[in-house]
């Protein structure tokens, strides 16, 4: 989010500063009427402003093209900042399970972000995920990193890190949830594939190998 409103910052001084450059080239190097070379620059500057406005996008599609598109863009911007808060806390933490479990987490996280990125049009059905689970994973991550900074005694941080544990094993058992739930109709449409082409070799002559079954020698 404070990228895209640097780049629009930066957009608007550039425009500014064209825009004043042309007025004063027809004012002063021309020789110009006052008034015309005021409308004339403030057309360019809304002309610049126009040309170097930043375009937003979503994966490789404009957001303008969408449907809704200011507002998958913000949402998905929203879920990018949370992931990093994800990854930022994650880097900070060194016990074992527990970095492991986060780093499964993380990378569920950075799919399902990725996955949104490319299916724009299934960010509306991540919303519970956008604004509670990935939010609530963060919070927990950071809240676990700050305690430990603090140097809780051994008694403490063995709480800590098994309540930690068992959040980050449920928001886990979430992620997994929402991302097959955004992944239903990819999964079905594959089936149907698979089930298709089974039947095009069958067609064609061709069997499965049977898979036979290995029997244990009695020792």
Do not use: H
């Not at 360019?44 to 996008?57: E, I, N, Q």
């Not at 987490?105 to 724009?120: F, G, Q, S, V």
């Not at 960010?123 to 963060?138: C, F, H, L, N």
């Amino acid at each position: 989010m404070k990228r895209e409103k640097g780049k629009e910052t930066f957009s608007i001084i550039v425009s500014v500063i064209l825009a004043l450059g042309l007025f004063l080239f027809l004012l002063a190097g021309l020789g110009w009427n006052l008034i015309l070379c005021m409308v004339l620059g403030a057309a360019a500057y809304a002309a610049f402003s126009l040309l170097l406005r930043p375009v937003k996008k979503i994966g490789k599609l404009d957001a303008e093209s969408l449907d809704n598109g200011e507002y998958l863009s913000e949402r998905l911007a929203e879920a990018a900042g949370d992931y990093r808060r994800m990854r930022k806390a994650v880097e900070k933490i060194g016990e074992e399970p527990l970095k492991t479990e986060c780093g499964g987490l993380l990378r569920l996280a950075e799919n399902i972000l990725k996955y949104l990125t490319d299916n724009p049009e299934k960010i509306p059905g991540a919303r519970r995920y956008i604004d509670y689970y990935q939010e609530t994973a963060a919070n927990v991550l950071e809240n676990y990193v700050e305690l430990k900074e603090t140097g809780l005694s051994t008694k403490e941080t063995e709480k800590v890190l098994k309540n930690t544990r068992e959040s980050v094993s449920t928001l886990t058992a979430a992620f997994k949830m929402q991302f097959e739930k955004l992944m239903q109709n990819e999964l079905m449409d594959m089936e149907a594939d698979l089930n298709l082409l089974r039947q095009t070799l069958r067609s064609e002559g061709y069997r499965e190998p049977v898979k036979e079954k290995v029997q244990e020698s009695d020792q």
